[in-house]
């Protein structure tokens, strides 16, 4: 052989091996250092800002950012697509074969995501099949330490890391900017506190849905929100859509809440001077307006003055309070109270309310006691709120420092809040709210049990159940909600909030107040009636 032959050989020879090595190369491509992906426009992510974490009043820890493993591919790097997205289906059990084989084979891309979010034993049997074109991406995931606490409050994030829910949605600009920790205005263990006898509520009475609130009516801020069957924010991938703990009752859901609402009538009535709180209404026969009958569940007979009224839930006594009110200075009082529009607080998906579709005399008469008007317990207690702040109403929030926040709006004055107090004093004492009483507390408030609406009318039995209270009676400083959405466990009386919402609402206060620094006092200071003494003299002196 000449030697010209020979070099020739050899040149063959040293291009086989090149090639060789290109196609091992191609086979081997398996990266456990979790490199930058190309930045081809398929999908790569950029270098961002780790996401700022989310903590109570306290700084304890309620959402984190924490390192995932994601699996992409190359397709350039892959021999096989089909071989490749069927050993891969061998352990993620969840991937479409078909789908990621063409995603696979498209040679036409170089970034391809294949799983997002792997678990580390995932991650193991991926790295030991060896496969090529193949890599692990590092990413920043949302962790939620505590689970369900505060879980409709806090919100999720969606895969991409954005928030789609809760505060994680409403605060995503400062979140995603990275820096300081979102402060919450909830306490941890009140959160828990409130939680817990929430759910021990809706069991025990086999609600289909529940919702608690406690603000702190001077300031605004929400120190619990709860909304029951609890949501999961760590599972949100996994939670179906349509999943009834999804569902925030707290903002998101409106509800008729019943006889809670007449102390608004009341209020309404003393503020305008159209009743005194001495003044007597007949209550012994039904109201018949427009085929339409109203009447009580516990008749009272003879005259009721407006403290019994409240504290014996009238309907047909508050009926008659709000004739003498007026139709106009009913919508004028609803009005300057927020429950003609949607809770505006720190939460995405709070709900508009459901008003009449005009206000004559029929609906001025159920909206009295609560019927015929829908509103969410956060526009509520925001409204009721007043009541614990000498007639001022303060927009809520869950945000410490926010300092965008509108002035406060008077609802009605300081002296017509006390009178209205000391009758919810009463019904607490004698009345339907008695399973509420907390020893050393003293605590206001009213039972509301409601029928639920369906077409053409009211289910008789299905209610919504709630007791709203401010606390402590003689220095009133927070207001609290307790709804029961269809409460169905023990006899018909048990089914009304006298015997669910409101012994809830007590455990709730009996277990909060010291947490937030209430001491008990076991005397009171202020004799019933005191208000009332007070608004004669002012009525006198007009």
Known sequence: MSEASRNRTRLAGLAIGALFVVLAGKAGYLSLSGGGAPAHGDGAPDERVVRADIVDRNGELLATSVSAYSLVANPKLIWDGAEVAKALAGVLPDLDVEEMSAR?????????????????????????????GLRFEEESRRAYPRGTLAGHVLGYTNIDGVGAGGIEYSQNDRLAAGGEPVRLTIDNGVQAAVEAELAIAAVEHEAEGGAAILMDAQTGEVRALASWPPFDPNRSVDIPMKDPSRLNRATGAVYELGSVFKPFTVAAALEAGAV???????VRKPLEIRG??????HPLYGDADVTHIISKSSNIGTVRINEALGIRRQQDFLQRAGLMERARIELSGSAAPILPERFDDLSS???????????????????????????ERVQPTLVMGHTKRPDPVRVMSALTAD?????????????????AEVAGYRVAGKTGTAEKPVAGGYDDDRNVTSFAAVFPYDRPQYALIVT???????????????????????R?????????????????????????????EKRSSL
């Open 104 to 132: 696979l084979s498209d040679q036409s891309r170089e970034f391809v995501w294949v799983e997002r979010g792997l678990t580390p034993r995932q991650r193991k049997a991926v790295f030991d099949l060896g496969l090529e």
């Open 276 to 282: 005194h709180p001495k003044d007597l209404f007949d």
């Open 292 to 297: 339409y009958t109203i009447e009580d569940d």
């Open 365 to 391: 008469a159920t909206v009295s006691y609560g019927h015929g008007i829908a509103v969410s317990p956060m526009a509520f207690l925001a409204a009721f709120s007043a009541f614990a702040n000498e007639g």
């Open 419 to 435: 009178m209205v107090n000391v009758m919810m004093r009463e019904a607490v004492r004698t009345g339907t709210g008695r399973n």
């Open 484 to 506: 029961l959405d269809d409460p169905k466990a023990g006899s018909d009386i048990s089914g009304t909030a006298a015997f669910n919402a409101a012994p809830a609402a007590g």
């Open 508 to 536: 709730i206060i009996e277990r909060v107040a010291p947490l937030m620094g209430l001491a008990p006092r076991f005397e009171d200071i202020r004799p019933a009636g005191a208000a009332l003494r007070s608004g004669e």
